[in-house]
């Protein structure tokens, strides 16, 4: 059971709910249309360690899905980059101190790992998701 839970929230110092499995899954935003949908829409931000795509959602929730770029070598170090900015989506997006399940509106997000991703402080993975919310929330 505790093996299914996720990352756990504590190993950042941070008092989130882990999210089961079968909740992540719901979140997730993997249809291939979808993406390119997205991607050819307006790039909302541009950090040092990602590059974030959204429009309003068709869903009755929001959706994020996480690619990597290709500058990104080895499956291993894409992997760990997606991960770490999945991780990062929980904390700020669906986090309890979120304030995007209260505005109503739902979006597809994607979000682009950049290389810096993989070798990152977590917490400017967690600043360039914040600032992408912050953008994602004021745009017209």
Do not use: C
Not at 25 to 35: G, P, S
Not at 64 to 80: D, E, F
Not at 114 to 137: C, G, K, Y
Request: no cysteine; net charge positive; glycine share 6%.
């Amino acid at each position: 059971e505790s093996a299914r839970k996720g990352w756990q929230a504590t190993e950042y110092g941070l008092d989130a709910r882990p999210i089961t499995l079968s909740e992540k899954k719901h979140f997730r935003l993997t249809d291939n249309r979808v993406f390119q949908r997205l991607l050819s829409a307006r790039r909302l931000y541009s950090g040092s360690s990602l590059i974030g795509f959204a429009t309003p959602g068709r869903a009755n929730r929001t959706r994020v899905g996480v690619s990597t770029s290709r500058q990104i070598r080895g499956a291993v170090a894409r992997n760990r980059a997606r991960r770490r900015i999945r991780e990062a989506v929980r904390l700020r997006l669906f986090g309890q101190d979120s304030n995007w399940d209260r505005e109503g509106i739902t979006f597809d997000v994607v979000l682009i790992a950049r290389p810096p991703a993989v070798t990152a402080a977590f917490n400017q993975i967690e600043a360039d998701v914040s600032e992408f919310s912050r953008r994602l929330v004021q745009s017209p």
